[in-house]
């Protein structure tokens, strides 16, 4: 029977609160010489992170074929940003 070599390095997909944990945990065995989190929005924190932009709710679905697109908004300055919308909203963190 021929071992495996050691994993030396993981990913983690997605910075929300599991990702994050994730990390936290892996960081904490001390075993791995990298853990890489990737994310596809510019802030951790995953439903969590409320944005002020809003999206029609989608009824959870087994369709995996759906892939979350971000909306767009001009911001203050004027330029065109683009956001994926959490379903966070802003009194209930508070």
């Not at 990737?38 to 944005?51: A, I, K, L």
Request: proline share 5%.
């Amino acid at each position: 029977m021929t071992s495996l070599p050691p994993i030396t390095r993981v990913a983690i997909i997605g910075a929300g609160a599991s990702g994050l944990v994730a990390a936290r945990a892996l960081l904490a065995q001390k075993c791995f010489d990298a853990i890489d989190v990737y994310e596809q929005r510019s802030d951790v924190g995953g439903v969590w992170n409320h944005t002020v932009q809003t999206a029609p709710i989608r009824i959870p679905s087994t369709d995996f074929n759906i892939v979350e697109e971000p909306v767009e908004y001009i911001d203050e300055g004027g330029e065109i940003r683009r956001v994926y919308v959490s379903a966070m909203y802003d009194s209930l963190g508070v």
